[in-house]
């Protein structure tokens, strides 16, 4: 667990958090309309499926509140 914890902070710390408009930002960055970054928000399970379909490689997360993490 302690790892996990290690490894998703890691990621939100370098990562800019864009919400509730992740789909729409990840879509950006990988049709080259949007600066290429790190990026962290919410999306839905349909969401993550369209991205995968159109080959937009995303990593879920379990949502955990810090207090999970400790």
């Given at each position: 667990?302690?790892?996990?914890?290690?490894?998703?902070?890691?990621?939100?710390?370098?990562?800019?958090?864009?919400?509730?408009?992740?789909?729409?930002?990840?879509?950006?960055?990988?049709?080259?309309?949007?600066?290429?970054?790190?990026?962290?928000?919410?999306?839905?399970?349909?969401?993550?499926?369209?991205?995968?379909?159109?080959?937009?490689?995303?990593?879920?997360?379990p949502?955990?509140?810090?207090?999970?993490?400790n």
């Amino acid at each position: 667990m302690a790892a996990y914890r290690q490894l998703v902070s890691a990621l939100i710390a370098n990562s800019e958090d864009v919400g509730k408009s992740f789909a729409a930002e990840a879509r950006k960055i990988h049709y080259q309309e949007a600066p290429s970054r790190a990026i962290h928000g919410d999306a839905t399970a349909n969401d993550l499926e369209s991205l995968a379909e159109e080959g937009i490689a995303v990593m879920h997360l379990p949502n955990l509140e810090d207090k999970d993490l400790n």
